[in-house]
């Protein structure tokens, strides 16, 4: 087994706003992760970021286009048009949360391999469970 990664000493102390509030723990374990990993040359992954980042773009733009680049009545298709394109690009946006993403904070890579950093806190309990998915699930 190889030597472990030595812990960073100038990562600054992380606070949830509320103890009680499982958005807040997450949010605060996932800055952590955000800041440590990296600095203990953990190389982060942007893929499903970007894609993340590009189907935002297309959801935003049938959205911008039908607001200020058509006229109701007379453009009543377009619209449609737009309104159906927006829908279908959240609907991918959302499949790609659920079914890729899921519970990750981030996506690192290890040796040749991406993967993604998962944590989980189920509702009503005290522990949090961290672990490492990857695409090939073995």
């Not at 607001?67 to 927006?86: E, H």
């Not at 609907?91 to 290890?110: E, F, G, P, Q, R």
Request: glycine share 6%.
């Amino acid at each position: 087994m190889g030597k472990a990664p030595e812990q960073p000493k100038d990562i600054e102390e992380k606070r949830a706003a509320s103890l009680y509030s499982k958005t807040d723990l997450l949010k605060v374990v996932a800055d952590y992760f955000n800041d440590a990993l990296p600095r203990t040359g953990y190389e982060e992954e942007h893929f499903w970021t970007n894609v993340r980042i590009m189907l935002c773009i297309m959801c935003c733009s049938f959205g911008v286009y039908a607001q200020f680049g058509t006229k109701f009545p007379k453009d009543r298709v377009v619209l449609g048009l737009c309104v159906c394109g927006y829908f279908v690009f959240s609907a991918i946006l959302a499949a790609v949360d659920y079914l890729v993403i899921a519970t990750s904070v981030m996506c690192i890579k290890i040796g040749e391999d991406s993967v993604f950093v998962d944590v989980n806190l189920p509702a009503f309990s005290e522990e949090i469970s961290l672990q490492l998915r990857c695409k090939d699930k073995t």
